[in-house]
């Protein structure tokens, strides 16, 4: 069974410094990997997503996420923390395409300090 | 529609009172899926339709949740004899390739 790992509840970094959010996972089949961010009292948005290629994924607002198959994670990271970026920040696993259902992990809220 | 639509946006019932929630999933998107978020936590699978095969109902907590789908539309998520521990924000989302779209939920308090 597919399962997601998110290291660390709750984040704080300063503005301007590294972001990094840890997410590990398991599964059977090679994955699907992806991050969402959820604002407050807003539905989940899509940040990025590794399906199959390159490693190395690109997302919106600034963020990207390595996937490591030898290390089973999918670490997200960002140079240079905003102020906008905290939010709430969830790491899902698929073990297929076309609308296999997603595996959540338990979410990291991350805080950034002016 | 342009996304998921979810109603009511808000929802405050009774204990013991049945309850129905409805997602308007994206044009086209053949997959349709459920999720509860109870408060501080992370997003727990509830059911997933997929096109005209059977839905999976997997992740229903109980025999007071259930779900219908009409085709590749609107669904329809009915708690019945609601509890305090159904408060939570219900999410929809719907998908054609990979990942999901996510509507802004339905935050629902048993009182």
């Known amino acids: 069974a597919q399962s997601v790992t998110q290291l660390g509840s709750h984040v704080s970094v300063s503005e301007g410094a590294l972001v990094l959010l840890r997410c590990n996972y398991s599964s059977s089949v090679p994955p699907y990997l992806f991050w969402y961010v959820q604002y407050p009292n807003q539905g989940l948005q899509l940040l990025l997503k590794y399906t199959t290629g390159a490693t190395l994924v690109k997302g919106i607002n600034g963020f990207e996420a390595e996937f490591k198959k030898s290390e089973t994670s999918f670490h997200l990271t960002k140079p240079s923390a905003h102020m906008s970026d905290a939010a709430e920040y969830f790491c899902?696993?698929?073990?297929?395409?076309?609308?296999?259902?997603?595996?959540f992990g338990a979410g990291t809220i991350l805080r950034v300090k002016s | 529609g342009a996304g998921v639509s979810q109603s009511p946006s808000n929802k405050v019932t009774e204990k013991g009172k049945d309850v129905e929630l409805r997602c308007d999933p994206i044009?086209?998107?053949?997959?349709l899926y459920w999720y509860r978020q109870r408060l501080g936590q992370g997003l727990e699978f509830l059911i997933y339709f997929q096109g005209n095969s059977a839905p999976d109902k997997s992740g229903l907590p109980s025999d007071r949740f259930s779900a219908e789908r009409t085709g590749e539309s609107v669904s329809t998520l009915t708690i019945q004899r609601t509890q305090q521990e159904d408060s939570a924000v219900y999410l929809c989302?719907?998908?054609?390739?990979?990942?999901?779209?996510f509507g802004s939920g339905t935050r629902l308090t048993v009182v």
């Open positions: 899902a696993v698929s073990e297929g395409e076309y609308g296999n259902k997603l595996v």
């Open positions: 044009s086209g998107h053949t997959a």
């Open positions: 989302a719907s998908s054609l390739l990979y990942g999901y779209t």
